[in-house]
C-alpha cells in the first residue's frame, strides 16, 4: 500500500512539473502593449527612463520581478517594463536594411513587398526557418520572411 502511494505521488509530480516550470519560467518572446511607453533603469516607477518603445515592440523576457520584466530587443539593449504594459502578441522586427517579403516559405517564392529594417509586424506563423507576418493593426497578411532577418520569433 505504502508503495502504490509512493508511486501515485511520483507520478502526480511528473505530471505537474511541465506545468509548474511554465508558470515559474520567464515568459520569452512577448511584445510591447502600448505606444511610448518607457523603459527603465530599474523595476521602479522612479528609476531613470533609458527609451521609449513604440506598440508592438519585440521583446525577449530575461526575467520577472514582481510586477516588472526585464527584456532584452533586437539591438540587444536591455532594461525594465511594467508588465501591465506587455502582451503576449508575437511580434518581429525587421534587423536589416532591406528584406524580401515572399509569397511563400522560400527563396524561389515570388517577392510581394520589402521590408526595411525597424520596420514592426505581427507574426502570424512560424514554418522552419521561415515566419509568416501581417500588419500589426488588422493582421492582414504580408507574406513570408527568412527568420534569420528578423527579431522576435
Known sequence: MKNEQ?????????????????????AGAKSIAKDQVNIRSKPSL??????????????KIEQEANNWSFFHDWQNNRGWVYKPLVSDIETAVVVVDKANIRNASNTRSQVVSTAEQGEIYKILAKKGDWVRLGYYHGGAEVGWIHSDLVFGE
Open 6 to 26: 509512493y508511486i501515485f505521488s511520483f507520478r502526480a509530480c511528473l505530471l505537474a512539473a511541465p506545468i509548474i516550470l511554465a508558470l515559474s519560467s520567464p
Open 46 to 59: 522612479s528609476s531613470e527612463i533609458i527609451f521609449t518603445a513604440p506598440l508592438g515592440y519585440p521583446i
